[in-house]
């Protein structure tokens, strides 16, 4: 089973940036999906962006695309989710997701604060 932790949340001010990591154990091989969801209380989980591997392909929903970066360390089996020009309606719970031999891995999600 795949284990994810996340990190780099925090309060940033509207315009400011963040950078999140989740780094995964577990992983038997390098073929996999890794996403990025966040979530509002009392709304539902939201896809905003995954990277696959092999390949590096992405996609971005169209509330981030253009202010968050996904990027892949092979290395250390790490993620990264960039996010400029952050606004207050970003403000959300951040969630990391693998996706490995057909089984479904979830972090325990970051709190991201943006203030106005």
């Known amino acids: 089973q795949v284990q994810l932790v996340e990190s780099g949340g925090g309060l940033v001010q509207a315009g400011g940036s963040l950078r999140l990591s989740c780094t995964a154990s577990?992983?038997?091989?390098?073929?996999?999906?890794m996403s990025w969801y966040r979530q509002i209380p009392g709304k539902e989980r939201e896809l905003i962006v995954y990277?696959?591997?092999?390949?590096?392909?992405?996609s971005y929903a169209d509330s981030v695309k253009g202010r968050f970066t996904i990027s892949r360390d092979n290395g250390n089996d790490t993620i990264y989710l960039q996010m400029n020009n952050l606004r207050p309606e970003d403000t959300a719970v951040y969630y990391c997701?693998?996706?490995?031999?057909?089984?479904?891995?979830w972090g325990q999600g970051t709190q991201v604060t943006v203030s106005s």
């Open positions: 997701q693998a996706i490995h031999q057909l089984l479904f891995s």
């Open positions: 990277i696959t591997s092999p390949g590096n392909n992405t």
């Open positions: 577990g992983l038997t091989s390098r073929t996999y999906v």
